[in-house]
Antibody, heavy 123, light 107 residues
Framework: EVQLVESGGGLVQPGRSLRLSCAASGFTFDDYAMHWVRQAPGKGLEWVSG????????GYADSVKGRFTISRDNAKNSLYLQMNSLRAEDTALYYCAKDIRTGGNSFGAFDIWGQGTMVTVSS | EIVLTQSPGTLSLSPGERATLSCRAS???????LAWYQQKPGQAPRLLIY???SRATGIPDRFSGSGSGTDFTLTISRLEPEDFAVYYC????????FGPGTKVDIK
């Protein structure tokens, strides 16, 4: 079964850091780009960041550029999001999502999603 | 950044009716790199359509996508009870952005 399981969320004070993880199973992880998408409570979807299969192409939303860093470990079938200088507006459910395309350095649609991990930034 | 606008914000229909959802981009979406997702309360989004008109695996044929350039449409030919949800469009031709969503609720 194809599965993505996020972890690492929690309550954190403004200005602090948090690292999210996403464990992938049921597919050849290193064939696909991966993404983080977030959803603030009661709001819509916001793409946060994406990384190609070989980490050769990385993109960020303007709202997180310079504060968040995406990475992956293909040997561990894992995706990560290092979040620094957290703000109240970063409060959201963070989803890990698999890209539909194999290989290449551009992004496609997202065909598999995890259930998300909640990040709350508050003092 | 390509900004996506979805209309209407809310669509109130009855089961069996046809739903037509619109997604408009602030600039042309290259190669029709446009997708549609369905999200129900408490669930992760589900991919319905990619490449503007290709149905994802397991998606019923009552869902169809069309359009190119800056104007795209998701059509649900006959609404089933399980289709009442929020629908998002997404472009992935120039970075990635999502539209604000259209809620389809029961009239």
């Amino acid at each position: 079964e194809v599965q993505l399981v996020e972890s690492g969320g929690g309550l954190v004070q403004p200005g602090r850091s948090l690292r999210l993880s996403c464990a992938a199973s049921g597919f050849t992880f290193d064939d696909y780009a991966m993404h983080w998408v977030r959803q603030a409570p009661g709001k819509g979807l916001e793409w946060v960041s994406g990384i190609s299969w070989n980490s050769g192409s990385i993109g960020y939303a303007d709202s997180v550029k310079g504060r968040f860093t995406i990475s992956r470990d293909n040997a561990k079938n894992s995706l990560y999001l290092q979040m620094n200088s957290l703000r109240a507006e970063d409060t959201a459910l963070y989803y890990c999502a698999k890209d539909i395309r194999t290989g290449g350095n551009s992004f496609g649609a997202f065909d598999i999603w995890g259930q998300g991990t909640m990040v709350t930034v508050s003092s | 950044e390509i900004v996506l606008t979805q209309s209407p914000g809310t669509l109130s229909l009855s089961p069996g009716e046809r739903a037509t959802l619109s997604c408009r981009a602030s600039q042309s979406v290259s190669s029709s790199y446009l997708a549609w997702y369905q999200q129900k309360p408490g669930q992760a989004p589900r991919l319905l359509i990619y490449g503007a008109s290709s149905r994802a695996t397991g998606i019923p044929d009552r869902f169809s996508g069309s359009g190119s350039g800056t104007d795209f449409t998701l059509t649900i030919s006959r609404l089933e009870p399980e289709d009442f949800a929020v629908y998002y469009c997404q472009q992935y031709g120039s970075s990635v952005t999502f539209g604000p969503g259209t809620k389809v609720d029961i009239k």
